[in-house]
């Protein structure tokens, strides 16, 4: 019997013991994986910094571009509030429209809508 637990202990730590036949090629292919890594990531990062020149060299015209389009934009279509076409007598369209209510709206409505215009336009704001 002691042979065969001497012979089966000997398999057991050949298992382990033993290289595989290609264990070379498993850091060879490791150092090419690195190496492919390292090149993407070299080549990533000269594409961003080529786009970005080309964006730097792209700013000024796109700047005076931008300039001219917000000046182009009226503040008076961004306003909040109605700007005017005054009637000679006010009509409940156009009150709304100076209060920013709705036509339609009830009396707590426009009493609050008005109060926050009063408030925004006098004198003594604090």
Do not use: C
Request: glycine residues 12%.
């Amino acid at each position: 019997m002691e042979g065969a637990a001497a012979s089966s202990e000997g398999l057991r730590y050949a298992e382990y013991a033993r290289v595989p036949a290609g264990a070379g090629k498993g850091q060879a292919e490791l150092d090419r994986g690195l190496a492919r890594t390292m090149i993407a990531l070299g080549l990533g990062v000269a594409t961003v910094a080529f786009a970005g020149r080309y964006a730097f060299h792209l700013w000024k015209p796109l700047e005076q571009a931008i300039t001219e389009t917000a000046k182009r934009i009226s503040t008076s279509s961004l306003s909040l509030y109605y700007k005017g076409g005054f009637e000679q007598k006010m009509s409940r369209r156009e009150a709304s429209l100076i209060l920013g209510v709705s036509p339609s709206a009830g009396k707590a409505k426009i009493r609050t809508a008005h109060r926050r215009i009063m408030i925004l336009n006098h004198p003594d704001k604090g």
